[in-house]
């Protein structure tokens, strides 16, 4: 029986993506990534880390023109890529998610605001300040989801609002 070599286009330049987008790995291919902050935002991280294949842009809130629209719109908007093959027991947890650092008093709530329509995902807290993105029932087939999952975190009387927009890329699972 031979073995499967893996190979990873985005490291040998062998993919089609633009010079605005980034190349993401998975299993067997890769995805072209476009991270851009909306208006109000400006970029103020973008982590490379090569070894895991995981991309992390953050954009934050330039201001807010009144009360109820730092409310309601996100403090800071952060990118993220999962990659997981379609054997993955369910459920499975998948993503955590809590302001840093936590405090006293902190409390969340979690909701899945887009990219949940078929129902996969669901959210959970741990304590009153950690809470978790969990995948909970079984993807048959490789599928791409964008999923934004916010955070509002009470704190001090005010509440302050994170997304964060989690690429997940589910693969065939290699027999």
Wanted: with cysteine.
């Amino acid at each position: 029986m031979g073995s499967i070599i893996h190979v990873d286009e985005c490291a040998l330049g062998n993919h089609n993506c633009s010079s605005a987008q980034s190349c993401y790995n998975i299993q067997g291919s890769f995805r072209c990534l476009l991270f851009e902050c909306p208006a109000n935002y400006r970029k103020v991280s973008d982590t490379h880390f090569f070894k895991e294949d995981f991309i992390s842009r953050r954009c934050e809130r330039i201001n807010c023109f009144n009360y109820l629209d730092c409310q309601n719109t996100p403090l800071r908007i952060t990118y993220y890529q999962l990659n997981f093959q379609t054997n993955i027991v369910v459920p499975a947890h998948i993503f955590r998610i809590g302001p840093s650092p936590a405090y006293a008093g902190d409390n969340i709530i979690l909701t899945i605001n887009k990219g949940n329509e078929e129902n996969y995902f669901s959210t959970r807290k741990l304590n009153s300040y950690t809470g978790i993105v969990y995948l909970q029932r079984q993807v048959k087939e490789p599928k791409d989801f964008l999923l934004d999952v916010e955070m509002k975190l009470w704190r001090q009387g005010t509440y302050t609002t994170f997304l964060a927009k989690i690429y997940i890329f589910i693969t065939s699972h290699v027999y």
